[in-house]
């Protein structure tokens, strides 16, 4: 039995009005998203001596600690 390959005319589910879908904007919530984020990349063998958030955190504590004791 061969499958019948070709696509839908129109994939969108019924629930959606597609009127109300046209106009979106790519990103246009992105810069206030980035300035509520604070995101650190880091570099493979630092990701790899601290595997996690808190690894990372404790480790900065105690530098920030060292520089500005309370």
């Known amino acids: 039995m061969k499958k019948d390959e070709t696509p839908p005319d129109d994939d969108l589910r019924p629930e959606y009005d597609p009127c109300v879908l046209k106009g979106g ?4 919530h992105l810069q206030r998203y980035q300035s509520g984020t604070n995101l650190a990349l880091l570099a493979p063998n630092i990701r790899a001596a601290f595997p996690t958030d808190e690894a990372v955190n404790q480790a900065l504590r105690s530098l920030a600690e060292d520089r500005h004791p309370a």
Do not use: F, L, N
Request: charged share 50%.
């Open 25 to 28: 904007v790519r990103g246009k």
